[in-house]
């Protein structure tokens, strides 16, 4: 196999077990058939309605369909093929839907966008209950005999089980175990300093610390981390599902196809230089930023938590975000690589997107000034990053160059003199 840095672009390369093979063709015309045929029998041999509201519906749903089926067909393919490239296209289909769908958000009235959604669905469009979740912080509450350890049975949801299993994921597609744990510990840090904007932020000690740092996120990284030294582990060799003798082997194959093809592991180089220290801080602050939208997102726009939108997000955030790491890795790490990935540009587009839908429909929330101690603390964080960063830089990381450099050439100098002093040895010995 070839270096990461003589490899070709793998944005452009898509490999297959078998090139031949139909599973594997783009169909265009076929695709271009069922496309038609579909439209022309909904539209026209469907029975019709007067109801003015559930033909819009339909109308919508059928452009959302439409587009995601010529994304599917037409985008390009990305740096993944399990179980197939059209999967990740739809991805990517999902993900532009989603940007085209805010961008619209965002030249709406915020009144007009909550009557949309909850003419959408008659759930939402009214205002969220406040939760706070900081009242309360016995651990041990005397005060109820009959279940005195509630307040820790109380959190004990479906949402302890969707954290560990976020922080799994997020471990498995940042393929780092240490990017995944100051992420875990920040967005912690991060809920701490906003919870003057969003009260859901506040929570009690033992849940930042122990029942999400700890439990959910520690142990859904643990496990994301382990799940990674099975696949960096494995073996990958693929064979043609009809070359497999048996049906057992067939059915194995089968399933292995929702597997990755193979496995690169990540070398984030975090300290290597002034550029990749960058870019790995400017990875991270989108990912955190993308977290701490959810939850404005929810707020401006009355969105419950257990909401089926929120778990639409969830879903098209984690897919992108499992292309966009891979794209981001490639780029910094292939000189061959000069494209920003597709499904990377669409994240940053989204990003930003949302970020102006928060400023502009939750501008009195996120305008609350912050106390004087979270002020306090960034300051102090802020200068002691910026010391360590120009500490290790400008002093630690050329000085360790010029150690290894030093070695480099007083090893070079020895096996010279030894080379030398062997030389002289046979001269002697051919004179004697």
């Not at 559930?54 to 959302?64: A, E, I, M, P, S």
């Not at 030249?107 to 009242?135: C, I, N, W």
């Not at 912080?137 to 109380?154: F, G, L, R, S």
Request: charged fraction near 20%; charge should be negative; proline fraction near 5%.
């Amino acid at each position: 196999m070839l270096p990461e840095s003589e490899r070709p672009d793998q944005q452009e390369q898509i490999p297959t077990d078998d090139s031949n093979s139909w599973f594997w063709k783009p169909h265009t015309l076929t695709g271009l058939g069922i496309f038609l045929v579909a439209i022309a029998y909904f539209a026209l041999f469907e029975t019709s309605s007067e109801d003015t509201a559930l033909n819009t519906k339909r109308g919508l749903f059928f452009v959302g369909v439409s587009f995601l089926y010529i994304a599917m067909i037409h985008t390009r393919n990305g740096p993944f093929i399990r179980p197939h490239p059209i999967f990740w296209r739809l991805v990517l289909g999902l993900s532009m839907l989603y940007e085209l769908i805010l961008i619209f958000t965002l030249f709406q009235h915020e009144d007009d966008v909550r009557r949309l959604l909850a003419y959408v669905d008659p759930k939402l469009g009214t205002p969220l209950e406040e939760m706070d979740y900081s009242s309360n912080c016995k651990i041990y509450d005397p005060e109820v005999p009959d279940d005195p350890y509630h307040n820790v049975w109380d959190k004990m949801d479906w949402f302890v089980l969707f954290h560990l299993t976020g922080w799994w994921a997020k471990a498995i597609v940042f393929r780092d175990y240490w990017m995944s744990f100051v992420l875990s510990i920040t967005f912690e840090i991060l809920e701490y300093s906003l919870e003057h904007q969003l009260p859901n932020f506040g929570e009690c000690w033992w849940d930042h610390w122990i029942l999400d740092a700890v439990i959910c996120n520690g142990l859904g990284i643990w496990l994301g981390i382990k799940t990674l030294d099975i696949l960096e582990s494995k073996t990958y060799d693929w064979r043609d599902l009809w070359s497999i003798p048996g049906n057992r082997g067939k059915f194995q194959r089968v399933l292995s196809q929702f597997t990755p093809h193979s496995w690169t592991k990540f070398d984030w180089g975090y300290t290597e230089d002034v550029k990749r220290w960058l870019a790995v801080i400017g990875v991270c602050s989108v990912i955190m930023i993308f977290e701490l939208n959810t939850f404005y997102l929810k707020a401006v726009l009355w969105i419950p938590p257990p909401h089926i939108v929120n778990y639409s997000r969830a879903c098209v955030m984690l897919f992108m975000g499992a292309v966009s790491m891979r794209e981001q890795y490639e780029y910094m790490s292939n000189p061959h690589c000069k494209r920003f990935g597709q499904q990377s540009w669409v994240a940053v587009s989204i990003l930003v997107t949302e970020c102006m839908l928060v400023y502009k429909f939750g501008y009195e929330t996120i305008s609350k000034p912050f106390p004087t101690h979270v002020v306090a603390f960034w300051v102090v964080f802020v200068v002691i990053f910026l010391g360590w960063s120009f500490w290790n830089f400008t002093y630690k990381l050329p000085r360790r160059r010029r150690t290894a450099s030093g070695r480099e050439v007083s090893e070079s100098f020895d096996e010279h003199e030894q080379s030398r002093a062997s030389n002289r040895s046979r001269t002697d010995k051919k004179k004697n």
